[in-house]
């Protein structure tokens, strides 16, 4: 029967395993690698949510699995303790992360086109990171401007900008006779992106932490009851002492003495076997 516990322990960590390496490689291709985030207000890598999603995909990257399948091969009660702990912390605090994002979220796409406008008016043509991501945005979707081409009309005068040490140029988005908005399609790729992260962050990987937790509980908990009967099992029998310390014994010498033990822990052996 430890066979088929220590099998589901297995079974949970691998299939867990797999969906957070998928978790992980989804979003660094459509998030973490894409230029557009740089676009966005509120998606810096190093805001706390985000710190706490590195430490969560690291630990069940191989250390939650770590401790389960120990605790599972060695039949050792605390790591299976602090294996279904770790499944229920982070379960607690996938929970409380989506919570805040489901605010956050409103917040960052309510104010992107303000702060879209006000980046185009002071940055396009003065950060070059700022100039060369906007452009390859109004490349790529075939846009202009936040709200269309008349973003850039707006004080054409003060939006003259030097490009090199001998012209000026107004900033004129390309292909600005028939576009789309760009805040539009900005907004639709966060939106996008969005959805298959909590598809995946918590239609799947939440989802299963969720199915384990039940699973393991009664897996973990069966695997402690048979670790304590074979710890039973394994410590010496204490009715030969107390037989002879609380009754009373004929035994006076350590040959009848041998004589009446040989039966008993001849008896211990073969249960044991």
């Known amino acids: 029967l430890c066979v088929i516990n220590r099998l589901w322990i297995y079974t949970c960590n691998a299939v867990l395993l797999v969906s957070v390496l998928g978790f992980a490689v989804v979003a660094g291709r ?3 690698a894409d230029s557009r985030r740089y676009l966005v207000p ?3 890598l190093y805001q706390p949510s985000f710190l706490y999603a590195y430490l969560a995909l690291a630990t069940q990257s191989g250390l939650l699995q770590l401790v389960g399948c120990l605790g599972a091969l060695r039949l050792n009660e605390r790591l299976l303790n602090v294996y279904w702990l770790l499944l229920l912390v982070l379960l607690f605090g996938d929970a409380i992360v989506g919570i805040v994002w489901v605010f956050r979220f409103d917040k960052i796409c309510a104010d992107l086109r303000p702060t879209l406008k006000q980046r185009l008016a002071a940055e396009y043509g003065v950060d070059t990171d700022f ?3 906007w452009n390859a945005l109004q490349r790529d979707y075939k846009c202009c401007g936040v709200e269309g081409v008349q973003d850039f009309d707006e004080e054409a005068d003060t939006n003259r900008v030097p490009t090199d040490t001998t012209t000026t140029t107004h900033r004129l988005p390309p292909s600005s006779d028939t576009c789309a908005v760009c805040e539009g399609r900005l907004l639709f790729w966060l939106r996008q992106s969005a959805d298959v992260l909590f598809v995946l962050g ?3 990987i939440a989802f299963l932490k969720l199915c384990f937790l039940g699973i393991l509980r009664y897996e973990i908990r069966e695997m402690i009851q048979k670790i304590k009967v ?6 010496p029998p204490q009715l030969l002492l107390t037989d002879f310390e609380t009754g009373a014994s004929p035994i006076t010498s350590p040959a009848t003495t041998t004589q009446h033990l040989e039966p008993l822990l001849l008896n211990h052996h073969e249960n044991n076997n």
């Open 202 to 204: 918590y239609c799947v």
């Open 131 to 133: 100039t060369t991501l």
């Open 230 to 235: 074979l710890q039973g099992e394994m410590r």
């Open 42 to 44: 509120g998606l810096s």
């Open 30 to 32: 459509i998030v973490v």
